[in-house]
């Protein structure tokens, strides 16, 4: 099934809208910077009574970081593992971690057979700069901080991966690796039950969304009856089993805040207004 355009979202949808769940890199971003626009869209959303939730592969260390300064409900962390929310009223950050310690620091231990092998058998690749912040991952950068590696790299370090017994998913800039039952959907879901909902009770799952670009949010795409990739994903569609629901005309963030301005004039409150 093809993506339809943004421009066929249904209002009702848009009127009914509750959580408003994003990826960040290359769907918030663009060339890695995060613009006005994505930012100021944040709070248009906030302001209309959606509440934004940041769904990523970024660290934990960003996470903490992300939910004290940005206006979010929620920021869920390392592909789902962890939950950051900021209570601002208390002064109080919660966390919620979908494995224990001990699983934690066994996966920790395991994934040195994975670091090791993808830094020998894959010549230009290289550990993220942001893994000293990570707690459950591994992610192996293929274009961020180094020349992009073609697609034969990055399978080959998803087929290491494998070997090893790890999960691995690729995002536009890093192929994350761990071993743990985790993914998007399970940290969206533990979200939810944090705050008394469910996708399987009432109508929530007609008042959720969710916006990505890369094969890692594929879970997404599949679990939720809304979601919108921007146009950056393009180069992936014929990877993904399960594409998003709708495609924004234009890339990253420029996509983002199309997504985001057509869905608050059709909720009857545009942007800026």
Same mark, same amino acid.
């Given at each position: 099934?093809?993506?339809?355009?943004?421009?066929?979202?249904?209002?009702?949808?848009?009127?009914?809208?509750?959580?408003?769940?994003?990826?960040?890199?290359?769907?918030?971003?663009?060339?890695?910077?995060?613009?006005?626009?994505?930012?100021?869209?944040?709070?248009?959303?906030?302001?209309?009574?959606?509440?934004?939730?940041?769904?990523?592969?970024?660290?934990? #260390?960003?996470?903490?970081?992300?939910?004290?300064?940005?206006?979010?409900?929620?920021?869920?962390?390392?592909?789902?593992?962890?939950?950051?929310?900021?209570?601002?009223?208390?002064?109080?950050?919660?966390?919620?971690?979908?494995?224990?310690?001990?699983? $934690?620091?066994?996966?920790?231990?395991?994934?040195?057979?994975? $670091?090791? $092998?993808?830094?020998?058998?894959?010549?230009?690749?290289?550990?993220?700069?942001?893994?000293?912040?990570?707690?459950?991952?591994?992610?192996?950068?293929?274009?961020?901080?180094?020349?992009?590696? #073609?697609?034969?790299?990055?399978?080959?370090?998803?087929?290491?991966?494998?070997?090893?017994?790890?999960?691995?998913?690729?995002?536009?800039?890093?192929?994350?690796?761990?071993?743990?039952?985790?993914?998007?959907?399970? #940290?969206?879901?533990?979200?939810?039950?944090?705050?008394?909902?469910?996708?399987?009770?009432?109508?929530?799952?007609?008042?959720?969304?969710?916006?990505?670009?890369?094969?890692?949010?594929?879970?997404?795409?599949?679990?939720?009856?809304?979601?919108?990739?921007?146009?950056?994903?393009?180069?992936?569609?014929?990877?993904?089993?399960?594409?998003?629901?709708?495609?924004?005309?234009?890339?990253?963030?420029?996509?983002?805040?199309?997504?985001?301005?057509?869905?608050?004039?059709?909720?009857?409150?545009?942007? #800026?207004?």
């Amino acid at each position: 099934m093809r993506p339809a355009p943004i421009s066929d979202i249904p209002e009702a949808l848009c009127r009914r809208l509750l959580v408003f769940f994003t990826d960040i890199d290359d769907t918030l971003t663009a060339s890695g910077l995060l613009p006005a626009g994505s930012y100021a869209r944040l709070w248009d959303l906030t302001a209309r009574g959606i509440e934004p939730v940041v769904v990523t592969g970024r660290p934990a #260390g960003w996470c903490d970081l992300i939910a004290r300064l940005w206006p979010v409900e929620a920021v869920i962390g390392e592909n789902g593992a962890l939950i950051y929310a900021y209570r601002r009223q208390e002064k109080k950050m919660e966390r919620i971690y979908l494995l224990s310690e001990q699983e $934690r620091q066994e996966g920790r231990r395991r994934l040195e057979a994975v $670091r090791r $092998r993808v830094l020998a058998e894959v010549p230009g690749c290289r550990i993220a700069a942001d893994q000293a912040f990570r707690l459950f991952d591994l992610a192996v950068d293929f274009r961020e901080d180094v020349p992009p590696l #073609g697609r034969d790299a990055v399978e080959k370090i998803c087929r290491i991966a494998a070997a090893e017994g790890a999960v691995a998913k690729v995002s536009s800039i890093h192929v994350n690796c761990w071993y743990g039952d985790f993914d998007k959907v399970s #940290g969206i879901e533990a979200f939810l039950r944090s705050r008394g909902r469910s996708l399987d009770r009432g109508n929530l799952m007609e008042r959720v969304l969710f916006t990505g670009d890369s094969p890692n949010d594929e879970p997404m795409f599949r679990r939720l009856r809304h979601s919108v990739a921007v146009a950056n994903i393009r180069e992936f569609l014929q990877q993904l089993e399960h594409p998003p629901r709708y495609l924004t005309a234009k890339p990253a963030a420029e996509g983002f805040c199309e997504a985001v301005d057509l869905i608050l004039k059709k909720r009857g409150q545009p942007a #800026g207004s």
